[in-house]
């Protein structure tokens, strides 16, 4: 708005200046000269908003106007970028929520059958391959298996040598099922880890 009410206060001093001389100078051959002159610089201040925009530098008018264009592309592009991974992310949990369950119910007849045990959790490690997901590795829990009706109550005994020899037995049968287990599903017996929750 400053610049229209400058331009025009400009066009209305140059016509009171052209006045003034007008008034000033005798009749004469100078009086034409002087009023061509007044119009020219007239029509130079009536011309000048043009005249600016061809005097500017069109690069940075463009890049300052590419500036504020980009602006909401970059918010909008960092929005879907934040969405893609929460997707992702949700997709990737759900695939190993997926995967455990399968191999939970792959095995879980013949670990009750073999082991008189079952799984009560599967945590898995997944890496990227190529285009799919490679299991790296596997942490089983397995507890003793409960029989429907009534549960068994066993009997409390405190003792360093037992509990050193119950040490031993649940890592042997953590060996025996890792190595079951990573037969079962098709992996190396390093790939799972096997805890084994309550003992014999």
């Known amino acids: 708005m400053a610049i229209i009410t400058d331009w025009i206060t400009n066009i209305i001093v140059l016509i009171l200046l052209a006045t003034v001389l007008e008034l000033l100078l005798p009749n004469s051959n100078m009086q034409r000269y002087v009023k061509m002159v007044i119009g ?19 690069d940075s008018m ?37 995967m455990a369950v399968q191999m939970k119910s792959q095995v879980e007849k013949e670990l ?36 429907s009706g009534v549960k068994e109550i066993e009997a409390v005994t405190v003792s360093t040598e037992m509990e050193e020899e119950e040490s031993k037995a649940t890592d042997a049968r953590s060996k025996k099922v890792a190595y079951f287990l990573a037969d079962k599903w098709g992996l190396y017996p390093n790939q799972v880890g096997v805890q084994v929750k309550g003992g014999e």
């Open 112 to 147: 009750r059958d073999q082991f008189n045990l079952e799984i009560t959790h599967v945590g898995l490690e997944l890496q990227d391959g190529e285009g799919e997901k490679n299991i790296e590795q596997i942490a089983v829990t397995v507890s003793k298996a409960v029989e």
């Open 62 to 98: 463009l890049r300052s106007a590419a500036l504020t264009d980009s602006t909401p592309d970059v918010r909008m592009e960092n929005q879907i970028e934040s969405k893609k991974s929460e997707i992702q992310a949700s997709n990737a949990a759900y695939i190993e929520e997926q």
């Open 40 to 58: 020219l610089m007239l029509m130079a201040v009536i011309l000048s908003p043009i005249l600016t925009i061809f005097t500017k530098d069109f």
